[in-house]
């Protein structure tokens, strides 16, 4: 074999090597990136669930806070207190002499 020959030869090999190598790091270089690519979208569909389920969450929350808000103004009416009062625990209204006025906060000072 002539010595010419033989790093012609050479050079087509490295040549050919060079270009199955590119072929080869653009492909995987592109299946990194789609694989990238699905990732990101199914982490923005698991996202889109759990701000769906938040928002069912929080409507539940808003129903049960007017709920109890109600239940709260119900059990202040003065009507429930004053019945409350005098049926299970007994109380009278006081006789008008029973009726102490307090002394204005300020106005007289203890010594």
Do not use: C
């Not at 207190?81 to 307090?102: M, N």
């Amino acid at each position: 074999m002539k010595p010419g020959k033989k790093s012609k030869i050479a050079g087509l090999i490295a040549a050919r090597w060079n270009f199955w190598t590119a072929a080869a790091t653009v492909i995987v270089l592109y299946t990194l990136a789609a694989m990238l690519h699905v990732h990101a979208r199914l982490q923005v569909v698991d996202l889109g669930y759990q701000l769906s389920r938040e928002f069912t969450n929080q409507r539940k929350l808003k129903e049960e806070w007017q709920r109890l808000s109600i239940e709260a103004a119900t059990l202040r009416h003065p009507r429930r207190i004053r019945a409350i009062a005098t049926e299970q625990l007994g109380l009278v209204e006081p006789a008008p002499g029973q009726i102490l006025q307090a002394a204005e906060r300020g106005g007289s000072k203890r010594r």
